[in-house]
T-cell receptor, first 114, second 113 residues
Framework: KAGVTQTPRYLIKTRGQQVTLSCSPI?????VSWYQQTPGQGLQFLFE???????NKGNFPGRFSGRQFSNSRSEMNVSTLELGDSALYLC?????????????FGPGTRLTVL | DQQVKQNSPSLSVQEGRISILNCDYT??????FLWYKKYPAEGPTFLIS?????DKNEDGRFTVFLNKSAKHLSLHIVPSQPGDSAVYFC????????????FGAGTTVTVRA
């Protein structure tokens, strides 16, 4: 079974621009979560989508948004980029049945804002 | 609000010895705990987990211990191998946070030959 895929792997943008990141979950996984990783901060939860609906949201400004499509693929958008948005953005998927809470991560998109 | 804390940013251990990684949490409503391992330029990979109804779970060289009264868990790796050099993240989840994962800041483990 193919793992979680994320595109692109690397991005360089300038302040004020916007960016869209894409995530394809493991087949059969309907929940997709997004995380931001910065040095020393661990993984900060951005949001979770399930069945095309946002079901959970972290403490990030409204510049960060996302959506999920009917095939469970998800996109994350960041508008009006700031230098502090430079980070590794990780997507994770999971099954939502039973007591199974493991999330499976993609390789991430490294975003650099200049 | 950091609900999961890994107070040791780094750990150096000799090959063949035991690595012990610690994690503390503040939310008593967490009922499931996980450890992830992360190499540079890769996403985290799931290592081992434990439910709050247990106090120990073992999988090969990896054992996780949970002390609910102390709100503390630890990961033991025995014996440590060079390939274990990575960043280890502790995570917690539960009904209280709608089963999203709350992560610690990570501990970088270096296994010396």
């Amino acid at each position: 079974k193919a793992g979680v895929t994320q595109t692109p792997r690397y991005l360089i943008k300038t302040r004020g621009q916007q960016v869209t990141l894409s995530c394809s979950p493991i087949s059969g996984h309907r929940s997709v979560s997004w995380y931001q990783q910065t040095p020393g901060q661990g993984l900060q939860f951005l949001f979770e989508y399930f069945s095309e609906t946002q079901r959970n949201k972290g403490n990030f400004p409204g510049r960060f948004s996302g959506r999920q499509f009917s095939n469970s693929r998800s996109e994350m958008n960041v508008s009006t980029l700031e230098l502090g948005d430079s980070a590794l953005y990780l997507c994770a998927s999971r099954v939502t049945s039973g007591r199974n809470y493991e999330q499976f991560f993609g390789p991430g998109t490294r975003l650099t804002v200049l | 609000d950091q609900q999961v804390k890994q107070n040791s940013p780094s750990l150096s251990v000799q090959e063949g010895r035991i690595s012990i990684l610690n994690c503390d949490y503040t939310n008593s409503m967490f009922d499931y705990f996980l450890w992830y391992k992360k190499y540079p330029a890769e996403g985290p990979t799931f290592l081992i987990s434990i439910s709050s109804i247990k106090d120990k779970n073992e999988d090969g060289r990896f054992t996780v211990f949970l002390n609910k009264s102390a709100k503390h868990l630890s990961l033991h790796i025995v014996p440590s191998q060079p390939g274990d050099s990575a960043v280890y993240f502790c995570a917690a989840t539960g009904l209280a946070n709608d089963y999203k994962l709350s992560f610690g800041a990570g501990t970088t483990v270096t296994v010396r030959a």
